[in-house]
């Protein structure tokens, strides 16, 4: 033993940084089909091996194998590729937007387009989402009008929340998309109080909480986790590692030489780690944890392994942390070719059917954005009243809001 060596402070840091390539072996991934499937009434703790595992469902060739590959209607998979593909064009369009300064600020969900979709079409509609800002693809699986979107992210005269809020942070009630807050975390606990709440009332509705790898680092992740396991909370804990958050990679956030999916375990949560770049596997995952919890068998927490591939926003340049061929090397690859090509391999898709689709969905999305650009954009001045800004920070305006809304003169 070394007693008198001095003592060191343990800094992670991702193998890859610009110019030098990323060493994926630290994400383990098992062949398709390998990890075992338990009944739905599994025991927490009999969940330890599939916190470390990783359910996968799609191999390299597009073949669905194994325990986990779901009972699915083909339409339901058909509906998920288009909903993932609508996810990737509208990301797309805004980006470009955001860069003709017709709105502020965006951020895209590249190469996590499966996770939300997946699970969208897993859950029930009424049951409610706690989302992040990068779940759009929860929207687009449950065909929330285009224009309301972009009529929020340009602040408009028919921007739904009023231009109070910053472009991204949408909130759907009846798509049971719960209002996204900067705060990060705060969602995941209070999905968690929904669930409570729905058992409470007798309810058979249930709670999908969303947190990304870097915000799991918040207080409100862990006391969600007690909150869930000591009530058996009917909620899907969603932790979505794509590896980064902005600049910080997933291990300064505690994922070093260990998962997210073992922390749930160690709170007495029954857990999984799953590819999220698997439609499929995301399917299958979701329905069981959708089961455990409308069962009353308690929270089920999911960690979603995949690769946050565009700029974590608009104000993001990634070649400044990370090698820009990272996304290209990443062993789980892009969740719209799997899918594709799955699809294609078993007769119930091709690639006219694919360019058609692409085609048809840009078009939906380029005419949802010249709809909405004429009720303004941020480049033309076209905002909700003033006078809207002092509505509904109490439900009736106090006497102190009013004053301060004259003095504006409107
Ligand atoms: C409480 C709080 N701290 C810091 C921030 C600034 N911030 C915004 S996004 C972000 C990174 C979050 O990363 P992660 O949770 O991994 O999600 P991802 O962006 O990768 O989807 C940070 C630090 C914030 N919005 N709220």
């Known amino acids: 033993m070394h007693q008198n060596e001095p003592l060191r402070l343990h800094v992670p840091e991702p193998t890859g940084r610009p110019g030098h390539a990323t060493d994926f072996s630290y994400l383990h991934v098992s062949p398709a089909g390998a990890a075992r499937r338990p009944p739905i009434d599994v025991s927490p703790p009999e969940t330890s091996d599939l916190a470390f595992a990783l359910v996968r469902v799609l191999d390299d060739d597009g073949n669905a194998l194994g325990p986990w590959a779901p009972q699915i209607e083909l339409e339901t998979v058909r509906a998920g590729l288009r909903a993932m593909m609508k996810t990737r064009i509208f990301d797309a369009r805004m980006l470009v937007a955001q860069r003709q300064k017709k709105i ?10 499966a996770i939300g979709t997946a699970q969208a079409l897993a859950l029930n509609i009424d049951d409610m989402c706690f989302p992040t800002y990068r779940q759009q693809s929860l929207l687009m699986a449950r065909d929330v009008p285009l224009v309301d979107l972009i009529c929020q992210l340009m602040s408009n005269e028919h921007d739904p929340l009023k231009g109070r809020q910053l472009p991204v942070m949408y909130s759907v009630r009846k798509a049971g998309f719960f209002s996204i807050s900067g705060n990060l975390a705060t969602q995941f606990l209070q999905a968690v109080g929904w669930g409570m709440a729905s058992a409470i009332k007798g309810d058979t509705k249930i709670a999908s909480a969303w947190i990304g790898d870097g915000a799991t680092a918040e207080a409100d992740f862990d006391t969600g986790l007690t909150f869930a396991h000591v009530y058996r909370a009917p909620v ?9 958050a902005i600049s910080t990679f997933q291990t300064i956030a505690g994922g070093e030489n260990t998962t997210f999916a073992a922390r749930g375990v160690g709170c007495g949560i029954a857990s999984l780690r799953v590819d999220g770049n698997d439609f499929l596997a995301v399917y299958a995952a979701s329905k069981w944890a959708s089961e455990r919890a409308r ?19 608009t104000s993001d340049d990634p070649s400044k942390y990370r090698p820009a061929d990272d996304w290209a090397r ?3 690859g892009d969740p719209i070719a799997r899918l594709k090509q799955h699809l294609i391999g078993i007769g119930a898709w091709s690639e006219q059917e694919h360019e058609d689709t692409q085609k048809a969905l840009e078009a939906q999305v380029m005419a949802a954005q010249k709809e909405a650009e004429q009720y303004g954009t941020l480049a033309n001045g076209h905002i909700s009243s003033a006078a809207a800004m002092f509505e509904d920070v109490y439900k009736d305006m106090p006497e102190h809001l009013r004053r301060q809304r004259q003095q504006l003169g409107i």
């Open 104 to 113: 502020s600020f965006y951020m895209q969900s590249l190469g996590e387009e």
């Open 236 to 244: 899907i804990l969603n932790v979505v590692n794509n590896q980064w």
């Open 295 to 313: 069962g009353n068998l308690g929270p089920t927490l999911i960690e979603w392994v995949t690769y946050r591939a565009g700029p974590h926003s």
């Open 330 to 332: 990443f062993p789980l």
